[in-house]
T-cell receptor, first 113, second 114 residues
Framework: DAGVIQSPRHEVTEMGQEVTLRCKPISGHDYLFWYRQTMMRGLELLIYFNNNVPIDDSGMPEDRFSAKMPNASFSTLKIQPSEPRDSAVYFC???????????FGDGTRLSIL | AQSVTQPDIHITVSEGASLELRCNYSYGATPYLFWYVQSPGQGLQLLLKYFSGDTLVQGIKGFEAEFKRSQSSFNLRKPSVHWSDAAEYFCAVGGTGGGNKLTFGTGTQLKVEL
């Protein structure tokens, strides 16, 4: 079975540009999570969806960040405008039902110059 | 609020030696506990999970963990470490009291000496 698929794997862009990260969860999984990982702050939950509906976005750092899930097989995390401090590895994860293990994608390594 | 503490940031062991990685949690209800492993450039992979029942759980790659409610701990163990086990290990807690959110520890970086 295909796992969680994220694209791109690497993104390098200049400050001020819009960045869009993409995620395809495992088919049939009802929950989708976006995390950010940095050396300083570790792994942080940004937002999660249940059945395509955002449930908790309290981890989204600023209004520059937005996430959507237009259907059960696709989600995006957008940063506009991007800043150097947004540089991190962004992970998407999905799970079948509440409190089941989350399955992680390989992440997008984002560098904002 | 739920929290996880992994007191060891770095651990170095010799190949073939035993391993124990510590994890302490704080959770207001019955916790669900997880250990994940992350190799460089990759996402987190589930090693094992505890929901209920037998407090000693077996996972993949020869790992096991023991849930001790009285100590609020869920330590990860392996009797004989292989060089390929070098990675970062994360403990996480979740449960019915916190929705479907997992709280992760800060991770323990394992180095294996040959």
């Amino acid at each position: 079975d295909a796992g969680v698929i994220q694209s791109p794997r690497h993104e390098v862009t200049e400050m001020g540009q819009e960045v869009t990260l993409r995620c395809k969860p495992i088919s049939g999984h009802d929950y989708l999570f976006w995390y950010r990982q940095t050396m300083m702050r570790g792994l942080e939950l940004l937002i999660y969806f249940n059945n395509n509906v955002p449930i908790d976005d309290s981890g989204m750092p600023e209004d520059r960040f937005s996430a959507k899930m237009p259907n059960a097989s696709f989600s995006t995390l957008k940063i506009q405008p991007s800043e150097p401090r947004d540089s991190a590895v962004y992970f998407c994860a999905s799970s079948l039902v509440s409190n089941q293990p989350q399955h992680f994608g390989d992440g997008t390594r984002l560098s904002i110059l | 609020a739920q929290s996880v503490t992994q007191p060891d940031i770095h651990i170095t062991v010799s190949e073939g030696a035993s391993l124990e990685l510590r994890c302490n949690y704080s959770y207001g209800a019955t916790p669900y506990l997880f250990w994940y492993v992350q190799s460089p450039g990759q996402g987190l992979q589930l090693l094992l999970k505890y929901f209920s029942g037998d407090t000693l759980v077996q996972g993949i790659k020869g790992f096991e963990a023991e849930f001790k409610r009285s100590q609020s701990s869920f330590n990860l163990r392996k009797p004989s470490v292989h060089w390929s086990d070098a990675a970062e290990y994360f403990c996480a807690v979740g449960g019915t009291g916190g929705g479907n959110k997992l709280t992760f520890g800060t991770g323990t970086q394992l180095k294996v000496e040959l």
